[in-house]
């Protein structure tokens, strides 16, 4: 099984993408894990470019994949319930892509190809932060389905 990380924009400043690395270094050691990234809008109105960088990101997407959309209005999942939805998703075999917008969040055509809409936090964050939070809890979470140390109740 194979899990995809699909954002909107390339990982800066260097701590960013040191962070990422960091966690999806580790990720990978219980689950083969990639990012790919897509170009971020030059268009200077919010709602055009979200729609724009929202083709971009489903452009190529297997119909059979699992989208999970990253979203302030998702749902909110603690960390069990995150590893237990990855390992159900795991089960099911289909490419799990988990899926973050940029800076004015993801077009209604994302959200509708999801199949689920999930929040990382009541707080709002960065895209570039959250992309670092999401890998780190997709790491979280692999650690709680493995029974490994990492998780403390």
């Given at each position: 099984m194979h899990v995809s990380l699909l954002t909107v924009g390339r990982a800066r400043p260097d701590w960013i993408r040191d962070a990422s690395r960091v966690y999806l270094s580790r990720l990978n050691r219980l689950l083969p894990t990639t990012v790919?990234?897509?170009?971020?809008?030059s268009l200077p109105n919010p709602s055009k470019a979200v729609?724009?960088?929202?083709?971009?990101l489903l452009s190529g997407l297997?119909?059979?994949?699992?989208?999970?959309?990253?979203?302030?209005?998702?749902?909110?999942l603690n960390s069990m319930e995150f590893s237990k939805l990855l390992n159900e998703l795991l089960q099911n075999g289909k490419p799990i892509v988990f899926v973050i917008g940029g800076a004015?969040?993801?077009s209604r055509e994302v959200l509708d190809r999801a199949t689920?809409?999930?929040?990382l936090s009541k707080l709002t964050f960065p895209h570039q932060l959250a992309r670092i939070v999401l890998l780190e809890q997709i790491y979280r979470g692999m650690t709680i389905v493995r029974g490994l140390p990492y998780h403390h109740v």
């Amino acid at each position: 099984m194979h899990v995809s990380l699909l954002t909107v924009g390339r990982a800066r400043p260097d701590w960013i993408r040191d962070a990422s690395r960091v966690y999806l270094s580790r990720l990978n050691r219980l689950l083969p894990t990639t990012v790919r990234e897509v170009k971020k809008s030059s268009l200077p109105n919010p709602s055009k470019a979200v729609e724009q960088e929202g083709k971009r990101l489903l452009s190529g997407l297997a119909r059979e994949t699992t989208l999970l959309a990253m979203d302030e209005k998702g749902a909110y999942l603690n960390s069990m319930e995150f590893s237990k939805l990855l390992n159900e998703l795991l089960q099911n075999g289909k490419p799990i892509v988990f899926v973050i917008g940029g800076a004015f969040g993801l077009s209604r055509e994302v959200l509708d190809r999801a199949t689920k809409i999930i929040s990382l936090s009541k707080l709002t964050f960065p895209h570039q932060l959250a992309r670092i939070v999401l890998l780190e809890q997709i790491y979280r979470g692999m650690t709680i389905v493995r029974g490994l140390p990492y998780h403390h109740v």
